[in-house]
């Protein structure tokens, strides 16, 4: 009984040791953060944020919002920005971009203040055709070549098959 008291208080001395030697270097990030903001080629806009003193992702709740304006004078925003499920520090605006030139600036509150500008196109991105329509169309060579494989191989095919019964007869 003795020994696991002892060995109880050792594992809760270790525990308490590790958790306050482990809480500065969690708390080591602060200060300003870094925001790059790019397109996705479509409407959204995605932004990364990491601290600027040493280039690791910030963990930390973001709360952002971006503005917009569009070169013929139009206005979007302010836009909330969300997580991004594809990463820890990756957000992306709450709605998407309408079609054209847009000039986007991201502001954050939290965990720093930050903003950042970029130059942005959205648009339409043309869904990809068919691959198994594009191959022969109007490329005759294409199809020679396909049916010169073709014959081969049904010629190859037969040989083996003869051999195989000319076999069996001896």
Known sequence: MKMTLRYAATTVLFAGLVLLLGAPAASAHG????????GDG??????L???KKDGDPVSDLVEATLVATSTDG??????RLNSAPEGQNLY???????????????????????????NVTARDI?????????????????MALKIGVS???AAIGVAAWRRLVHRKRL
């Open 92 to 118: 992306h605006s709450a709605q998407p971009l309408p079609s054209g030139q847009w000039r986007v600036t991201v502001t954050t509150t939290k965990p720093a203040r930050a903003q950042a500008t970029a």
């Open 74 to 79: 139009r206005s979007f925003g302010p836009v």
């Open 151 to 153: 014959a081969v191989v």
């Open 31 to 38: 200060g300003p953060i870094k925001l790059e903001v790019i």
């Open 49 to 51: 944020v990491t601290w």
């Open 42 to 47: 479509s409407h959204d806009i995605n932004v």
């Open 126 to 142: 043309a869904a990809p055709k068919k691959a198994a329509a594009l191959p022969d169309r109007g490329n005759p060579i294409g």
